[in-house]
């Protein structure tokens, strides 16, 4: 039997762990405290509910995102062309994992090479912003596009995760000046991205300033990486470690209103914790562009395309009967008040 790889191990670890343990954070996204107001006449006809949009010069059917979830074995690979596969019939943004794996072992890359299974799509790179103080740098960062062919490129912010796995890469000191530097030598948009611990005000200013062109919340309240790491922890000084975390995070409705706040302008992405399409409306009354979603297509993806398909349909349905069910023909519309506290 050949030798797994640690990063390789690493992967599958995670996708084993994400199907079959309970991993969620102690948290809740925070958008239970919000509903829409109804209308019981909408004065709408429902396929005049148009939840298409343009971003980064790509047509959407709908302000769905495919989570970055996966990438690097042979199991991965396989998931990642059956959403591929679904995100080119449905029109569907999505982001692969980690592509470290990718950049260390060549024979790797094809495990996230899906522009051939999805040669319209809007598609996202993936590398850990940390690997900046690890090596990496602008070549690294373009390699991961190209290799690909993606649109625009994730650094994914995992500080909490590093610090709590074995051997985890940890400095994350003066971070930000190098991804100032990757956002001005990149020849295409640079997205940071949480992993499910959400964004403060304090670091949606400083994502601002390194000129990153969208933020990816990823706020508390639906996977915690700290949870994935616990079971996967060597020993038990480790799995405690990780175990205290469950309950840590900005959620993800906070997280949306800080970076709002701090940088109005900002395109920003909602995930962690969504779990249907009404919750990616409630994100974008909240001030989101596109809302994302992991483990539910992960689940789907890994029984089937048709599966992964069926799911997709019914997130962008739920979007839409959302907007008729508060009387809007645009995502636009859905900003306008529709949204209250409880």
């Known amino acids: 039997m050949s030798k797994v790889a640690p990063i390789e191990q690493r992967k599958a670890d995670h996708i084993k762990i994400n199907l079959e343990k309970d991993v969620r954070s102690a948290l809740t996204t925070g958008l239970e405290k919000y509903h829409f107001i109804h209308e019981a006449l909408p004065e709408l006809n429902l396929d005049d509910a148009d939840t298409s949009l343009t971003l980064f010069g790509k047509r959407l059917d709908a302000p769905i995102l495919i989570s970055s979830m996966t990438g690097g074995t042979h199991q991965a690979g396989t998931i990642n062309r059956r959403l591929a596969e679904a995100a080119q019939s449905t029109r569907t943004a999505m982001g692969v994992g980690s592509q470290r794996a990718a950049l260390e072992d060549e024979k ?44 625009a490129l994730y650094l994914h912010l995992n500080a909490l995760q590093e610090a709590v796995q074995a051997g985890g890469d940890t400095n994350f000191k003066d971070l930000s000046k190098k991804m100032e530097m990757i956002c001005k030598k990149l020849e295409v948009p640079v997205i940071a991205k949480e992993v499910g611990w959400g964004i ?51 959620p993800t409705a906070e997280s949306i209103l ?85």
Request: aromatic share 8%; proline share 2%.
């Open 108 to 151: 790797q890359a094809k495990t996230f090479q899906v522009r051939k299974y999805a040669p319209d799509i809007l598609l996202f790179a993936n590398l850990g912003a940390v690997q900046l103080n690890y090596g990496f740098g602008i070549d690294e960062c373009r390699r991961a596009v190209d290799m690909i062919q993606a649109d």
């Open 258 to 342: 800080n970076v709002k706040k701090a940088a109005p302008n900002m395109i920003i992405f909602a995930s962690g914790g969504l779990k249907d399409g009404l919750d990616i409306a409630q994100c974008i009354a909240l001030g989101a562009t596109i809302g994302g979603m992991a483990g539910n297509f992960l689940k789907a993806a890994a029984v089937s395309t048709e599966k992964a398909v069926e799911m997709m349909k019914l997130t962008k349905r739920q979007i839409q009967v959302t907007m008729f069910a508060v009387g809007v023909e645009t995502l636009e519309g859905l900003r306008a008040g529709k949204l209250v506290e409880k």
């Open 200 to 250: 403060s005000e304090q670091t949606a200013k400083l994502l601002a300033n390194c000129g990153v062109a969208a933020i990816d919340v990823a706020g508390a309240g639906g996977t915690s990486w700290s949870q994935v790491e616990m079971y996967r922890a060597p020993d038990e000084f480790t799995r405690q470690l990780a175990a205290t975390f469950v309950g840590w995070g900005i």
